[in-house]
């Protein structure tokens, strides 16, 4: 069972590094618009994409936000 609780800690530091990443780049792109080099994309657009796309799937996509946001707050 140990092993478990290693795997599931590692996971849950990567989700806190990927959503610390997140904000950073959105942070990068409010301050320096799309002319930002190491970005790639537009960060906000693939947001309002993907919020959008979640939206529109009805049930699964409710869903889907609660994982989300069960995730987002988990502390």
Known sequence: MEWF???K???LRLTDLGIALLAL???L???FG???PFLGNDIAANIMTFIKGLGGQGL????????VLYIL???
């Open 5 to 7: 609780d290693r795997g």
């Open 9 to 11: 800690t590692v996971i």
């Open 25 to 27: 780049g959105i942070i």
């Open 29 to 31: 792109q409010l301050l």
């Open 34 to 36: 799309n002319a930002t």
């Open 60 to 67: 699964v996509g409710l869903v889907a936000i609660a994982v």
């Open 73 to 75: 707050n988990r502390k």
